[in-house]
C-alpha cells in the first residue's frame, strides 16, 4: 500500500525532474511549466524558429565539391573498389571489395597517386597485374 492510500499507486515526476504534463527544471536548475504548442508562452527551443514562424534560414554547406565529385566519378569506374573522397583530412580514400588485396585500404592527396596505388595492390594479388 501506498502513501495515497491505493493499492499499486505510483507516482512520476517531482522535483527535479524532466518530463510528464507537469513540467520539470531546465538546465539552469530553474522550475518551468510546459504550455501547449499553441500557448503564447511555450519556450522557444532552437535558433531557427520563433512562435513556429522561420526566422533564419539555414543551407547545407558543400565543402570541396570538385574533389568529392572525382572521387564519385573514380568510384562509378572501379566496380572493385570503394572510394570517398574524406572532408576532414582532405584525401582521397579506397577500400578493395576484392579478396586478398594487399593492402586492402589505400589513400593519397591526389586521385591519380590513389589510382597508382590501387593499381599496385591489385598487382600484387594478381601475377600478371589487372587485365
Known amino acids: 500500500m501506498s502513501k495515497s492510500g491505493h493499492v499499486g499507486a ?13 513540467g520539470g527544471r531546465d538546465d539552469q ?15 522557444v527551443r532552437g535558433r531557427h524558429r520563433l ?19 572525382h572521387a564519385a566519378h573514380l568510384d562509378h569506374l572501379e566496380p ?12 582521397f580514400h579506397a577500400i578493395a571489395l576484392i579478396r586478398g588485396v594487399e593492402p586492402a585500404r589505400v589513400e593519397a592527396r591526389t586521385p591519380e597517386a590513389l589510382t597508382s596505388y ?14
Open 80 to 91: 572493385g573498389w570503394m572510394i570517398w573522397y574524406g572532408l576532414y583530412d582532405r584525401r
Open 118 to 131: 590501387m593499381r599496385e595492390a591489385e598487382s600484387s594479388t594478381w601475377p600478371g597485374g589487372r587485365s
Open 29 to 43: 536548475g530553474d522550475r518551468y511549466v510546459q504550455h501547449p504548442a499553441s500557448s503564447p508562452d511555450r519556450r
Open 10 to 22: 505510483r507516482t512520476y515526476g517531482g522535483a527535479g525532474t524532466r518530463g510528464g504534463s507537469h
Open 51 to 69: 512562435g513556429g514562424q522561420l526566422v533564419t534560414t539555414v543551407s547545407p554547406k558543400v565543402f570541396d565539391p570538385a574533389a568529392t565529385a
